[in-house]
């Protein structure tokens, strides 16, 4: 039975969908105005890994993560660079779908943008009109908070301090300055706008994520997820617009992930202390390890990055892998051989792993478990003390692990691929006469342990 913790009653529940099998998840996505960094990542992949688990807990899971492609940030970067919203916005949404993919993670099943639901969110306001929780100053919307009576619920913050009538225009702010927020923000200059019963304008940035999540999802769904510098404002404000229209509190669990930090701060680009993917990519690291990495803290726990921890990720990577081609080649050895001593304690490690997985999400716990079962296998196997349902127990686990964890271990394949592809580039090189670079190949190969030898058939590599 899987248990999460649930931000709205700050406790550790029993994973219990509206309607099972089916869960509806809804995400919130990035905003397009620039490259993701690898702190909004360690938020999507999680995402990417708790719908893999759901799934592989045979879950039919329904999700949705929009594209924030109108709001403060959006509008500035159009400004500056003198491009319009839609080619700003488009560039970014690419290339984060790119990066995803980089990731190996699984896109949501639909992916709505806020510019093509204009007229959803028009018709929320005017729900929360009628409910008489808004109000109009200087030609735009404001949300009434104190018209709200569970305002506050999921952040528990304090209503007392909040003055009544203020308001406040910008999409994000902290706790300290909680104010009526703006639903509907009047059209000014240099800013795309839409017409609306107010007059001209365009959204505020909350109210995108309570009308597609009722659109797409309904107005009650099971799981919402986001990094936790959303809890306030976004998600606090998103159950006042949701709940405030039809009186429902619109999530079961609400679900944050805490942050990527960077010499004990948070990784943000208006800090400047942030690794998009694509800098990591240049610098040689591989996708996987930074995969790996993201998901081996726990998501409650904060993580701490630095380029080592990359590196250290691609070891453990290298030991699942190292391990997968012993049980391969070693296979056939065992396959007559019926019963063998500690299996039990190996089908401990692996129930460790699945375990600490129903355990709000354990990953350092589960890694452990798979490195422990590991180190006894291959121990055993030393001693020839191996059997066949070990060797099938083996790569029960080395399958969940890449089910769930989304990282493929099987690299022979692809460091083949790779090393045909260099030896292409070497075969150029020498038709061109550039030795240098013929040269440069073949020892960047060597250093990979891979020798080249230039045969009358043509080349041949072979591993050191
Ligand atoms: P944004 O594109 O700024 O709307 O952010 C996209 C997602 O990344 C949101 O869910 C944020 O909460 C999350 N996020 C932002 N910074 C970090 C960080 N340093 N660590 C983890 N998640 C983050
Ligand atoms: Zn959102």
Request: hydrophobic fraction near 35%; aromatic fraction near 10%; include cysteine.
């Amino acid at each position: 039975m899987l248990r999460i913790f649930n931000t709205l009653s700050r406790k550790v529940e029993e994973f219990k969908p509206l309607d099972y099998p089916k869960v509806k998840m809804y995400s919130c996505g990035p905003t397009v105005y620039d490259y993701a960094h690898i702190g909004n990542f360690r938020t999507f992949v999680t995402v990417d890994f708790l719908r893999r688990y759901l799934k592989w807990k045979k879950y039919e899971v329904l999700s949705v993560m929009n594209i924030t492609d109108i709001d403060d940030k959006t509008i500035k970067k159009s400004n500056e660079e003198g491009v319009s919203l839609k080619d700003v916005t488009l560039k970014y949404e690419n290339a984060f779908f790119e990066d995803l993919e980089t990731l190996n993670c699984v896109r949501s099943d639909i992916h709505p943008r806020a510019t093509e639901h204009i007229e959803e969110m028009i018709e929320l306001c005017k729900d929360l009109e009628k409910k008489g929780l808004t109000y109009i100053s200087q030609g735009s919307l404001y949300y009434r908070i104190s018209n709200f009576e569970k305002y506050g619920i999921l952040s528990k913050i304090d209503k007392e301090g909040i003055l009544e009538g203020a308001r406040i225009d910008s999409d994000e702010y902290e706790k300290e300055s909680a104010r009526d927020f703006v639903l509907w923000k009047g059209k000014k200059e240099g800013e795309p706008y839409w017409s609306s019963p107010w007059g001209d304008g365009r959204p505020g940035w909350h109210l995108e994520c309570s009308a597609m999540s009722k659109k797409y999802l309904g107005e009650v769904f099971d799981i919402h997820t986001g990094g936790v510098d959303l809890i306030f404002p976004h998600h606090e404000n998103e159950i006042a617009q949701s709940c405030g229209a039809t009186g429902l509190e619109p999530v079961k669990y609400w679900f944050h992930i805490e942050h990527l930090l960077v010499n004990g701060e948070k990784m943000s680009k208006s800090k400047g202390n942030f690794f998009t993917l694509r800098d990591l990519l240049q610098k040689g690291f591989d996708p996987m390890a930074i995969r790996f990495l993201l998901l081996s803290v726990p998501y409650r726990k904060r993580l701490n990055f630095t380029l080592e921890g990359i590196d250290s990720a691609k070891s453990s990577i290298k030991r699942i892998e190292s391990f997968k081609i012993r049980i391969e080649d070693e296979k056939e050895k065992y396959q007559n051989i019926e019963s063998q001593s500690n299996l039990e304690e190996l089908k401990n490690h692996k129930k460790r792993f699945e375990e600490s997985l129903e355990d709000d999400l354990n990953t350092a716990e589960a890694l452990g478990g798979i490195f422990e079962y590991i180190r006894e296998a291959n121990s055993l196997m030393d001693k020839g003390e191996f059997s066949k349902e070990g060797v099938n127990l083996s790569f029960e686990l080395l399958s969940e692990f890449e089910e769930i964890f989304g990282i493929s271990i099987s690299r022979r394949e692809s460091l083949e691929k790779e090393v045909e592809r260099k030896i292409l580039e070497r075969e150029e090189a020498r038709k061109k006469k550039d030795f240098a670079l013929a040269d440069k190949i073949r020892n960047e190969l060597k250093e990979k342990g891979v020798i080249l030898e230039d045969t009358p058939k043509g080349v041949r590599w072979r591993k050191e």
